[in-house]
């Protein structure tokens, strides 16, 4: 690992969250103080050969579902891909500066890639740094992938709180999908028993329940899947089928 990977990245005007004027114009530093334009829930799961990770491609400008072609999920390389909700400026910003750290390794040709471990470990260190100078990414991030043989899932929150699961959610998806998955693991036995069809399965039908009660989720998204032994692949847009003869159960619809 190269300490240059342990660099944080700068605070300048490019990054989105902080600007700087005149004092004729404006009397001090500013700070975002509320995610403007923001992507929704991350979903992901160890099944028993790998992990499986899906985000949705909408990017939702207050309560307006404004962009519909926005990716989220960032392959780093063979064995780690990565995913944020919340803020897409402060994720555009922090995911460039990954790929660029990552092109620089390649550059330098000493063999050494990012497990998902130690970006993991990075990203914490991130996002700690910057709450703790008031100036936080509104981001919430979960790094999928595989290390020494086994299936890695971690995830990082905008106030540096990380922990590793089984299986993970973000945003609306905490609440209505962390439960779904669950039962599917317990079902299996763990991630030991699930299989990757099985795991698919799971997360779509969880993508549905957030497609029909959150309204900042689109059925578009994009599916990341990181085998133990085969490279880390992103495919999508995949789109959901739906079934609005279920709004007719919601108390009031007809009404």
Known sequence: MSASFYTKPANNGNAG??????????????????????GASVLAIK????????????????????FRSIPRVLRVNDATVAAASGDLADMQF???????????EEIHEHGIA??????????????????????PLWNTYIVAGTEAGQPFLGYVNMLGVAFKEDCLATGFGSH????LL??????????AGLTEETATSALEACLRVLYYRDC??????????????KPAQ????????????????VKHYTE
């Not at 600007?19 to 403007?36: A, H």
């Not at 990012?114 to 100036?135: C, D, E, K």
């Open 17 to 38: 969250v902080a600007m700087e004027t005149s004092w004729d114009s404006n009397p001090g530093r500013q700070r975002t103080l509320q995610p403007i334009t923001t």
């Open 47 to 66: 099944y028993n050969a790998g992990v499986i990770m899906v985000a949705d491609t909408l990017g939702s400008y207050g309560s307006l579902a404004k």
């Open 94 to 104: 922090l995911n460039t500066v990954v790929e660029n750290h990552a092109i620089d």
């Open 114 to 135: 990012y497990s998902p471990a130690s970006l993991h470990s990075w990203l914490t260190r991130v996002m700690y740094n910057r709450r703790s100078r008031i100036n």
């Open 176 to 179: 209505l999908c962390l439960g």
């Open 182 to 191: 669950r039962e599917a693991l317990d079902a299996a036995g763990g991630y």
């Open 216 to 229: 900042r989720a689109y059925n578009q998204y994009q599916l990341a899947n990181v085998p133990v032994a």
């Open 234 to 249: 992103v495919s999508g847009p995949h789109f959901l089928q739906s079934d609005w003869s279920v709004a007719k159960l």
